[in-house]
């Protein structure tokens, strides 16, 4: 008489989804260490900031974020995320339509250069400027003569910036687009859509949450810029220093406090950079699983 076979395979337990081969030891332990890291290089520098701010009182903090130099280094942090923003947006859509709805020569040498920021310290991207429109660069000489000012001037601040950021968005759209494919644009032509009706009806609503993610994280990056910033600036108090700057002088003059109170004024931004980046993300999960 056959015997009655059983499976012999371990079933997963009540507290564990099938999906998950992991211990819970080993869940928890991996938690921890994530954790852990979190508080050590997030969170304690966070609140350090935040203790330092307010060291001195709240009339210290005060005063430290509407002193003149301070107001006017915000401002000019605003004016060049303003600016360098919206013209990346612009090059970034250009650059992804253009590399995903395309066949052209050239293409590889495009995605690589779109690549380059990352590859280049920003301290050298801000070199190439000076050397470029500065008073012994190529153009210099003709600079000068026409009384126009670029470098240690908010222009070459905005190009600075514009150089180490115009990547962002490119670089969230090409996967977008590359999924998406041409299909939709296609039907649309094959029903009389053009040019910029097919982009605005079509292309438009299939990549706008990926839009809005790369412009955040471009204006983050915009925002808290330092190293190319600092080459072409000449640190100017007052003119053409950005909070980051503006934050290394208080901090190299012992004034501590005020330092610190700037910083946290940078670390509100961040925080709500974060804030706008995590409601994107609820609401592209949400588009995907609709």
Excluded at 50 to 77: N, Q
Excluded at 84 to 93: D, K, M, S, Y
Excluded at 105 to 110: A, E, I, S, T, Y
Excluded at 259 to 270: G, H, K, N, T, Y
């Amino acid at each position: 008489m056959a015997g009655i076979v059983t499976n012999t395979r371990a079933r997963p337990s009540a507290d564990r989804k099938p999906h998950l081969t992991e211990t819970r030891a080993v869940r928890w332990a991996l938690t921890g260490i994530a954790l852990l890291f979190l508080a050590l290089i997030v969170m304690l520098p966070l609140v350090s900031v935040i203790a330092e701010s307010f060291r001195k009182g709240w009339d210290a903090y005060v005063t430290a974020l509407t002193d003149p130099d301070a107001l006017s280094a915000l401002r000019l942090t605003m004016i060049t995320a303003l600016i360098a923003v919206p013209l990346n947006t612009v090059f970034g859509v250009a650059a992804a339509w253009a590399i995903t709805k395309f066949r052209f020569r050239g293409k590889n040498l495009l995605i690589t250069l779109i690549d380059l920021p990352f590859a280049v310290s920003p301290v050298i991207s801000g070199l190439i400027y000076v050397l470029l429109f500065g008073a012994q660069g190529f153009l210099g000489p003709w600079l000068q003569q026409n009384d126009i000012h670029i470098i240690f001037a908010t222009p070459g601040i905005v190009l600075a910036t514009m150089f180490v950021t115009f990547p962002f968005v490119a670089r969230e759209l090409i996967p977008i687009m590359e999924a998406q494919g041409v299909h939709d644009e296609e039907a649309a032509v094959s029903l009389g859509a053009r040019g910029w009706r097919v982009f605005r009806k079509v292309t438009l609503p299939n990549i706008k949450w990926g839009l809005l993610y790369g412009m955040i994280l471009c204006n983050a990056r915009a925002m808290g810029e330092f190293g190319a910033v600092s080459v072409v600036s000449g640190h100017i108090r007052g003119e053409t220093n950005t909070l980051p700057l503006h934050i290394e002088i208080l901090y190299n003059e012992y004034q501590f406090s005020a330092a610190f109170a700037v910083a946290s004024l940078l670390m509100l931004l961040a925080v709500v950079t974060l804030v706008a980046k995590s409601i994107l993300e609820s609401r592209m999960s949400r588009d995907v699983e609709n």
